[in-house]
């Protein structure tokens, strides 16, 4: 049979186990507040922008459309000057290593 000193000592020891678990389940609790929050946030976004969806205009997706497109030829433009002047100073560089015939 067990102690009184060694129930007092499980009685800490589960006092303490218990007082943690509590800190844990308000903590959870308080995350399952903040995901709840989300996502009921996301449902009214996403109705509203089915709702926008929806009643668009057959000249407002023609006009998306186009916008999209335009920014696609744009995007590809810079896209192709960053390459062309990434690969010019690359030569110039690789001209100014074999100059001073220094290698990195």
Known sequence: MATQEELQEQLKKTKKELRLLREELKEMKIRENLYL???ENWAEKNQLLNAKISNMTIDEVASM???KAEYIDKY???KEIVETFD???QVKLDSLKTEHGNTI
């Open 65 to 67: 459309q186009k916008a």
């Open 87 to 89: 690969k010019q100073t």
């Open 76 to 78: 590809l433009k810079d």
């Open 37 to 39: 929050e989300r996502l």
